[in-house]
């Protein structure tokens, strides 16, 4: 079924309305180009998932021909679940600049069945596929080689603008490129897809090389070892570090497994520069004296297992902290971490590290425009139409505002969230009808398999436990011998025990007083008698499983 | 056993190295003073636990007699466990200000079992009890009614300063006292246990005045209904909200249980000022236009079922959130809420409502003195020894640093943390031997009945759920018939049904290749086989309860 018959549609998949997991699709004439294939990852009420990915099903049973996929940068959750999307769509063309294909490899190397194609683009360039074609724009974000995507169709230009800063001295100093969306915005932008994260913090962000200036400061007057942890894909930041660390004699090393694998791949492609002779393996770190050490890190969101936390409760294999060292969280808190964060950063003070954390220190800076620098944007690129995506409903609304304060007409300006479409007809927009959207679960080896049900049960069994009554009923379901009671969960047995042996009985009585019966009854009467027990016993109420047993 | 010959000796049970439940003793030959019994609240990691304790295993196997507890202010942080206190210690003699016996009393309501002497102190007032002199100090919070406590004993005074901050223009212009603190000082205060909180927080805080100017200009603006949303005790901010409501001519109407609770109870003791006429019923809210109503509810940590979040999903029974309407966040994050709080800002939005929450529209101010103002705080009680109290780990530390720079000598400053004591003898303080500390859980009606293997067990269902598996055997544990295997929470049953029969056919076939055997290997035999297979299909570690039945 073609929804895009003399229009262009765009369906956003994930990403409008969440943090998260990104991913929209522009169709004319039943052929369809995506932007970005991300994931996002679970918070404390998705028990036991490991990753969450967009619903893609739309696209599965309507079945447009995927004639190419855009990966604006190389984050997570913009190209992390295109492992996964390929299992539906193998074989198809992903279009993306040098560093984030470089990462994307290094990642399909644990899916070896991924069959995709590779594409290499640059800033500037243009790509015609079918009735599309795409034009490649430089952006500024917070690891390198980020791309906006202008996605030229017969009904009109589609700008989508990936994460973007306005730096305007970027370490690389490949700033966003406003003169060429100035071009563009001449030629006429029919719709603007334009990033949201901080629609709602006001002013601007301050420049990268700010944080470079801190580092070089809190080296300098650290005593001991320095540990930086940051994102092992803020290729820039550490680049920061590596010069302020060299400038003053100390030598780096890379921990934890994410950064250990991308800082190489930077390097080879060009996008990070350090003398071998400067980096050095972690099992050496003791051969130097504490003042000439600077270790970067992963694990600034507070993990469990990742590297500083391993630090901050005094069990990483190599790194033991005491006093005279110094901790710097060059990171943000991402919303939901920032208990686990508060965790580590307890931690590491306890094994003695000073720690340079709080955002008022300059450690840290975000790699989204803020509120005024999107003013800046939308007067450049002058939209006729313009969604707002990545964000949840706040920073939409948020940017929804600035959209309309910045000159597009308000009824031109359009909250999406997962599940919505827009239809460009004729150089105007409008609404379409929405399609059934929603999030994946990846729990081990299983996509999708977990849903909702499953998790209110585990909801249930992590806040309560479990008891299993195990009952033998003759054939006309009347009791035979007294009920056992097993739990998990649910209380201290050792202190306990009593407790079990009186729910039997309390059970036991129970399912006697119905005589003959059948299994429904009994089920029912075990659910409805274990439950009492234990919510006059206790105030609780476990999962109860009964188990039947014709003897 | 006295531990306090010839000393005083001060015992922290809860509030050091973590935010809430305080709780600290002060022993002079086997008596003791307790300062505060507070509770806190579960994290995200607590599966299904509703209130921690504080453990006072200590006081209990010591046994020193406890001749007075001082509750500085009506917070639950620092009077919550008091209910689970008393049934330990029935009938003791506790001390505090008005408003805070008030809420106590409120609170105990729901306890009738409960003994205890309620004795009512007033700033500046002396009590003596045997070997010690109580001394209560006016301290401004965001509470009113707040106290300090200086405690004279034989060896030396000892200040606890309660939570407080510095406000020097309060709502209710009731300062915290300087000049009294500052003739303390003259006296010399030997040992000073102060308030941490913000810490760690530079500058100064802002005055609670401010807010009041920030809601009289929301206020003004809002077209519609204006939501306000804070802490059910922070009086001086709901009057500031009802006394720029009124001025405009809205009514007030006041929704959630302990709103609704306590606010009666504040101005009925004279805390808080209202006209009978200006209040109004929830119900009849209906009957006033929008423009003429203030709500003032709870729910502002985004708790689940409070008035706030029901608004949020649009499922409140008599609030129906519009465009037009206001909601005003007048209140902190607490560490740990920020992803409901979040969901909570999103679901107002999305109902059409403006929100005004971040902190730089200055409508919360914190309730503890910042950074700067704690340096005041010491140079006025020019303490001999400090113990840095109410805080995590790094709030200690940077306390103990502002403690050594406004001249405490550095080896007279402890960062202790719960289950630590300090001695003081002879005008110097020194570490005394730790006791065992930790936390008591309460769960439904069980106090301390559920334990960190409980929660393990909890922490392992909730991410993984649960597989029962039920065998039939012989006299020789051999198996008679196919296993039957129930699972919760482990995988979507409609859709995996197969997966269940495959898991009886494995297991099956390992049980029976035992030959004759006995319970314990069938047992492991049945953990073994089903872990292996769950790991192997899903890649997932349910818990596993074997069901063995002779038959």
């Known amino acids: 079924m073609s929804i895009s018959n003399d229009a262009a549609v765009v369906s956003f998949y994930g990403g409008l309305g969440e943090i998260g997991a990104n991913m929209c699709a522009i169709e004319v004439d039943g052929k369809a180009v995506l932007v970005d294939v991300g994931l996002t990852f679970p918070d404390a009420e998705h028990h036991g998932i490991d990753l969450i990915l967009p ?42 600049a040098k560093l984030t294909l470089g990462l994307l490899e290094a990642k399909l190397v644990e899916h070896p069945d991924a ?98 200036n801190t580092l070089r400061t809190v080296f300098e007057s650290a005593r001991g070892r320095v540990v930086m942890t940051t994102f092992a894909s803020h290729v820039h930041r550490v680049q920061q570090a590596i010069d302020a660390a060299t400038a003053m004699g100390r030598k780096v090393c890379f921990v934890g497994r994410s950064m250990v694998r991308n800082m190489p791949i930077a390097r080879e492609l060009g996008y990070l520069r350090y003398d071998d002779a400067d980096i050095i393996d972690i099992a050496d770190c003791d051969r130097y004296s504490p003042a000439r050490i600077l270790i970067i890190c992963t694990g600034s969101q507070g993990e469990p297992y990742a590297a500083l936390s391993l630090m901050a409760a005094g069990q990483h294999k190599h790194v033991k902290l005491t006093e005279g ?28 590290a000073e720690v340079v954390h709080r955002r008022e220190h300059g450690v840290h800076v975000s790699g989204h425009a803020a509120a005024e620098e999107l003013k800046f944007f939308h007067n450049i690129v002058r939209p006729a139409a313009v969604v707002p995506v990545h964000g949840e409903f706040r920073h939409l609304i948020a940017h929804a505002q600035l959209a309309v304060a910045t000159g597009t007409p308000a009824d031109q300006v359009f909250v999406c969230t997962d599940g919505d479409r827009v239809v460009l007809r004729d150089g105007r927009v409008e609404r379409g009808d929405g399609f059934n959207s929603g999030r994946v679960f990846v729990d081990g080896l299983g996509v999708g398999d977990v849903g909702n049900a499953v998790l209110r049960d585990r909801e249930r069994l992590s806040s309560e436990g479990v008891c299993v009554a195990v009952l033998r009923l003759d054939s006309r379901f009347r009791l035979d011998g007294e009920p056992e009671i097993m739990q998990q969960g649910l209380i201290y047995e050792a202190e306990n025990a009593h407790l079990l042996d009186q729910a039997a009985k309390v059970l036991g009585d129970d399912v006697r007083s119905l005589g003959s019966s059948n299994e429904d009854v009994v089920r ?17 109420k476990p999962v109860v499983v009964p188990v039947l047993m014709e003897v």
Request: net charge negative.
């Open 55 to 96: 619903d893609w099903k739309d696209l599965i049973e309507r079945g447009p021909e995927i004639v190419g996929v855009v990966i604006t940068h190389g984050h997570e959750d913009h190209m992390g679940a295109l492992p996964f999307f390929l299992r539906d769509f193998p074989g198809i063309k992903v279009y993306s």
């Open 115 to 212: 069959r995709v194609e590779l594409i290499e683009v640059e800033p500037g360039e243009k790509v015609a596929i079918d009735d599309f074609e795409l034009e490649f724009i430089q952006v500024t974000h917070s690891i390198p080689d980020g791309m906006a995507v202008a996605v030229h169709t017969p009904h009109g230009t589609i700008l989508h603008t990936g994460d973007f800063r306005l730096d305007q001295t970027p370490i690389d100093g490949r700033v966003t490129d406003l003169p060429h969306l100035a071009q563009l915005g001449d030629q006429g932008i029919s719709l603007l897809l334009c990033d949201s994260t901080n629609a709602d913090v006001p002013g601007h962000v301050p420049s990268e090389r700010t944080v470079g």
């Open 325 to 352: 060292d110094t901790v710097v969280m060059a990171s943000s808190q991402i919303p939901g971490n920032e208990a686990a964060i508060s965790r580590a950063l307890n931690g590491l003070m306890r094994q003695g």
């Open 524 to 540: 029912r009467k075990v659910y409805e008698s274990l439950s009492r027990f234990w919510r006059e016993q206790l105030g609780r």
